[in-house]
């Protein structure tokens, strides 16, 4: 990968490397895809100021995540289907967050198991939540996470009604992949990731096994998921999970300053300023353009993260700029999963904050701290539209 410069190449060789269907999972947006684009333009508007003659020899990117110390300011977002963009794809994830000294948070859609992860790991990491109907499902799901030590508990709240990803119907894609001649015919051009896929531990998703008889009968398992999701789910289901929940509480999924609010009443320690990655409500505002009046009303009361769009170094420091704590990153480092596998993911954090030390250099500030609006022109006042 020594030719790999940004994230841009990694999600090249992402495509190249791994089956259409996959690729476009993670690539891709809801409908007309109108909230993905502005998640990246909109970043792109916030200009920085660069400042001279500065002594900038001691730049850090150490901050603290939740209180807990990290060697930068990034954390590796939930993605569903991790393991099969890379057999395993999870658990080298989790391996190479580690190594970097972020966090990583398991999905509930993911390939490998709660358990799966905590045994070939060395430190504990975070999961994701989605609230299904089936509530003591739910529970022991949160149960499994409790007894797998992982630190912090993210719940995503986005995701009662599914956005349409035009994409995915379009490819056909299903988890266990469908082996159709189409299909075969593009598997068979990708000889590395159908070995890796096929040493992997599962091909299904790993967390909601035990509730499907039969986890290869992609129509049952898919009927399901898609019955699961549940359009009742409102404020009082967090109290309930916070009353079984004993650790750190995450509420991802906020764009609205009534739900912040809200959100931060319940007692989470963050929340997440997200539109999932342009996969849900399009037409949702960019996740930037939401993050400063988001940050105004309740960032002295919670801590802010901030999750959509980033795909450079610079992106990380227009959010942190604009008052997150802390970025997470999703399509980034799945492309570079997708390229590589556990040193994928590496070359990903590794160009991310490479980009940040440069930026902070040249805006003239040598630590995450020094970060704030005075590093932007106008303060980084863009006209959104």
């Keep these: 990968m020594k030719h790999v ?15 259409k269907a996959f690729f476009d999972y993670t690539d891709r947006g809801s409908y007309t895809e109108d909230t993905l684009r502005a998640n990246r333009s909109d970043l792109e508007k916030i200009k920085f100021r660069q400042r001279i003659l500065v002594d900038v020899s001691k730049r850090d ?4 995540i939740l209180g807990e110390p990290a060697a930068m300011p990034f954390v590796l977002a939930p993605v569903g289907l991790t393991g099969m963009q890379h057999g395993d ?4 994830a989790c391996r190479a967050a580690q190594a970097a000294g972020v966090p990583y948070t398991l999905s509930t859609m993911s390939i490998c198991s709660i358990e799966d992860v905590a045994a070939n790991v060395e430190k504990p990491f975070w ?71 096929l040493r992997g531990k599962r091909r299904t998703f790993g967390n909601i096994a035990s509730q499907i008889k039969d986890t290869d009968d992609i129509t049952q398992l898919a009927q399901w998921t898609n019955s699961q999701f ?8 967090v109290d309930w999970i916070r009353s079984i929940w004993p650790g750190k509480l995450i509420i991802k999924g906020i764009l609205d300053i009534e739900d912040a609010k809200l959100a931060a009443k319940t007692g989470a320690q963050a929340l ?43 992106d990380a420091v227009r959010a942190l700029a604009l008052g997150a704590k802390s970025c997470m990153i999703g399509r980034a480092y799945i492309y570079g ?15 991310l904050a490479k980009e940040m030390e440069t930026t902070m250099g040249l805006c003239g500030v040598n ?16 006209n959104w539209g």
Excluded at 61 to 64: D, E, Q, R, S, V
Excluded at 368 to 381: Q, S, V
């Design 5 to 19: 410069t940004c994230i841009e190449d990694l999600r090249l060789l992402h495509m190249k490397r791994v089956p």
């Design 337 to 351: 999963l997708g390229a590589g596998g556990q040193a994928g993911v590496a070359k990903a954090l590794d160009i």
């Design 127 to 197: 999961f994701q939540l989605y609230v299904m109907k089936d509530r003591g499902f739910i529970k022991a799901l949160i149960e499994r996470a409790i007894a797998a030590k992982c630190s912090a508990l993210v719940l995503t709240v986005d995701l009662q009604v599914i956005g349409q990803r035009h994409a995915d119907i379009k490819n056909g894609m299903t988890v266990p992949p469908e082996w159709t001649l189409s299909k075969l015919i593009d598997f068979a051009t990708k000889p590395a990731w159908v070995s890796g896929v």
């Design 61 to 64: 990117l150490k901050t603290t």
């Design 230 to 237: 549940d359009t009742t789910l409102n404020w009082k289901d």
């Design 367 to 382: 630590t995450i701290a020094e970060i704030d609006r005075h590093i932007l022109r106008g303060d980084g006042r863009v």
């Design 89 to 92: 794809g999870e658990i080298y």
């Design 272 to 314: 997440v300023v997200s539109n999932h990655g342009g996969r849900q409500l399009d037409g949702a505002p960019s996740s930037i353009s939401v993050l400063p009046e988001i940050v105004e009303a309740v960032g002295s009361q919670t801590e802010i993260m901030f999750d959509g769009g980033i795909r450079t170094g610079q």
